[in-house]
């Protein structure tokens, strides 16, 4: 078995040997976070505390991704190489996890496996994800149908706080209620359920719609959550705001 540890200075070694509970890593840029993250990752299916898929871990770029990926490949490679063909589905069997990837890719990958009939999400697991841009657009869009000018309502403008509301879980109804009195807000507040319709009638879902229709299927459907609590036995997060 190839030795993880001695190459660890002691603040990374207690990171990576800690697999009992939660543990907080605070430390500055270039201080080997995610050397610890990889090094753990690759302990735990040495050592047996877990199989590959039974470790979820987050990053917040995608290039990070496919580094923590590339890594955990070389550390449990015999000969210190990379190994071949890491990203196929093959390579589980090799013991490197699949389930790494940012938030959004992650929520995205949830809501393509669970995007059933049966549990009743507005769209199905083949949706697209619009960008900034395609959003804006949609936002004009909706504008237009309004009779309201892009002069008179900046889009990025609207877009922001649509993108609040849902970072808060604020559905168009409640966004509603708590935009009375407020003439910007009232606008926006015509605005947001029209744009959730036109995404829906395309099939799509934007940025922010990834990550809150997660934690929307995980409160409605509880079944589901105890699903992916149950399915990952570590959740490592590289970084996070």
């Given at each position: 078995m190839k030795d993880l540890i001695s190459s660890l200075n002691q603040e990374q070694k207690e990171v990576v040997l800690h697999v009992e509970g939660p543990a907080l890593v605070i430390a500055g840029p270039g201080?080997?976070?995610?050397?610890?993250?990889?090094?753990?990752?690759?302990?735990?299916?040495?050592?047996?505390?877990?199989?590959?898929?039974?470790?979820?871990?987050?990053?917040?770029?995608n290039k990070a991704a496919a580094e923590v990926k590339e890594r955990v490949a070389t550390l449990l490679s015999d000969d210190g190489n990379l190994l071949e063909g890491f990203e196929n589905p093959q390579t589980i069997k090799a013991g490197v996890p699949q389930w790494v990837g940012t938030f959004h890719s992650v929520c995205a990958r949830i809501l393509r496996i669970e995007a059933t009939p049966e549990n009743n999400l507005d769209f199905t697991k083949n949706f697209v994800i619009y960008d900034t841009d395609d959003s804006q657009k949609l936002i004009k869009d909706v504008l237009k149908e309004l009779n309201i000018a892009a002069r008179d309502l900046d889009p990025k403008g609207v877009l922001a706080s649509i993108s609040k509301a849902k970072s808060e879980l604020i559905d168009p109804n409640d966004f509603a209620e708590k935009a009375r009195g407020n003439f910007y807000f009232e606008r926006v507040a015509k605005i947001y359920p029209k744009y959730q319709k036109r995404l829906r009638e395309n099939n799509a879902l934007d940025f922010d719609d990834i990550l809150y229709e997660v934690v929307k299927l995980f409160q409605n459907n509880p079944k589901i959550l105890e699903k992916y609590q149950n399915r990952f036995r570590f959740i490592l997060i590289d970084e996070y705001n």
């Open positions: 201080s080997g976070k995610t050397r610890a993250l990889t090094h753990k990752i690759a302990y735990l299916i040495q050592s047996g505390h877990a199989v590959p898929n039974e470790i979820l871990a987050v990053t917040f770029t």
